[in-house]
Every structure is written in C-alpha cells, then in structure tokens.
C-alpha cells in the first residue's frame, strides 16, 4: 500500500487523529531510521502503534508461457489469441457446466486456456488477434501431456490490458510455420498456403458404432506441400472450399500416414479455419 493508502486507513479508525498529526509522526519515524525507512514503511509502523492492521497486498506473478509448468496456481499471464472455441456444455455425475478453450501465444510460446462456467461466457466477446490478460489462473498437464491454462471462479479476464507489453505479441501471422519444416507430432500448427487439391468428404463407421466425416486437401506453401486432413464438423466446413483458394489452418497436428510413411497435418475439433477466395500471386 503507499503512504497515502495507509494515511487513509489509519483515518477510517481513528476518528480522533488529523492527517497532520499522522504525517507528523510518519515523519518522525522518517528521520529516526536516519533515512532508511520509506514514507511507506514509515507509515505501516505508524499504523501498527495505533493499532490499524495493514495487510501486504499478494501480487500475482507475471510469467511468459515458456515459464509455466504444471501446478503452478494464481498465475498472471498475457498472450493473443489465436483460436476461439465457443462455450459449449459438459456433463458430469454432480452436474453440467459450460467450457470454452483458446489458444494464445506470446513470444515464447503458445498454451491452450481452459474457461469454465461464466467464465466461458466470454469468449463471445473475445476476437481473434487480441492480447488478453488473464490473472488467478492455474496449470494442468492435459492428458496429451500439454500443459493449459485453466480460468476458474476465481480467474479474472482482461481485454487489451493497459500493462500489456506490445512487443512481446507477435501478430498471428507471425507464427506460420514453413510446410517443408513441419515434423511428425507437431502440436499448435499454424499454416497458411494454397489448397492444390480437395476431395469430396465422406463418411465412416467408427468402432463405437457412431459416424464420422473425413476430407482431405493438398495444401502448398512457397517450401513445400503437405496432405490435410479435416475431421468431422472441420470436413464440413471445407466443403466451401475450391481448388487455388488460400486456406488459413490453426492448431493443427502433424502425424505419420502408416500406409506410405508420408506426413500428414490434422485438422479436428479444436482446430480453426480461414478460407480466401482469391488465390495468391506467384
């Protein structure tokens, strides 16, 4: 708390005292510490000899994504956002709720964050490309392993924070990779090239007795070209899709085709597309 903050404290219980006589004896304290003390520290001893609890305000630490690990709690962090999963309702023994993910990156790196109950809502007001600032969050390892970021009662969400550092966001475009550098099990893909080839979706039997959807394009960047393939809800969307528009992909998976070896990029629930009409100039 500053001097201030503690003046006005020590004021709200003592009825009896003046902000002179207070400044006074801040003052005193000042001058027998023989300078050491701040007007800060100086007021708090001030408070504590009449009595006035002050209590240290808990900051949250700030950290960049390369910084978390798993189990770390009431965490600050910053990041743009480069994908958005509307909120949708989960089921479980003791009830239902609504969850929402995202995916944000700073200059370090990129970490899913998982809103739960009102704190889904907001993703409706979020868009993409927007630094967010989310405070009293903590880290779970995924059962992929991957480390998210959840938002629960007690998180708070910020839109363009004041304290936000802008050159530690780099623009979306910013994390393309090149097709030729994709590996197998690369997870948060990020690509943007030109659809080559498209097949029509079809649909499948799972083994849960359930139906599924698969499309698939070849997609082509200025270093390579790679197969995509598109699931379920994703297949759908790309129906839209025509040979030499530029496609957008976001949070794709890279995996080894086993029937010829051949890498391939995945593209499934939690994935997002962009699809242009026109095709670029070469």
Known sequence: MTEKEIINRILSCHNDISIEEITMAIEKKKEA??????????????????????????ST???HINQLVSGLADVSIFGRVLLINLPKVFHRPNGS??????????????????????????????????????????????????????MGERGQIEVDPKDKIE???????????????????????????NIQAISPVSTFQRRNGTQGKVLRIMLKDKTGIIPV??????????????????????????KRNHRDSLLELHMGGLSAIEMIEIAESK
């Open 33 to 58: 510490s023989g300078g050491l003390l701040t007007s800060a520290a100086a007021a708090r001893l001030v408070a504590a000899e009449l009595g006035v609890r002050i209590e240290l305000k808990k």
């Open 61 to 63: 630490p700030k950290l």
């Open 97 to 150: 709720g609504l969850i929402a993910r995202l995916l944000i990156a700073d200059r370090t790196g990129m970490i899913k964050v998982i809103l739960w109950g009102d704190k889904a809502k907001f993703s409706e007001n979020i868009r993409l490309g927007q630094i967010m600032k989310f405070s009293h969050g903590y880290v779970r390892s995924s059962q992929n392993g991957e480390l998210e970021l959840h």
């Open 167 to 193: 050159e530690d966001f780099p623009h979306i475009q910013d994390f393309l990779e090149r097709i030729a550098e994709l590996r197998e099990d690369q997870r948060k893909v990020i690509v943007r090239g």
């Open 229 to 254: 393939v598109f699931w379920d809800a994703k297949a759908e969307n790309m129906t839209k899709a025509k040979k030499g528009m530029i496609v957008f992909l976001i949070n794709g998976i890279v």
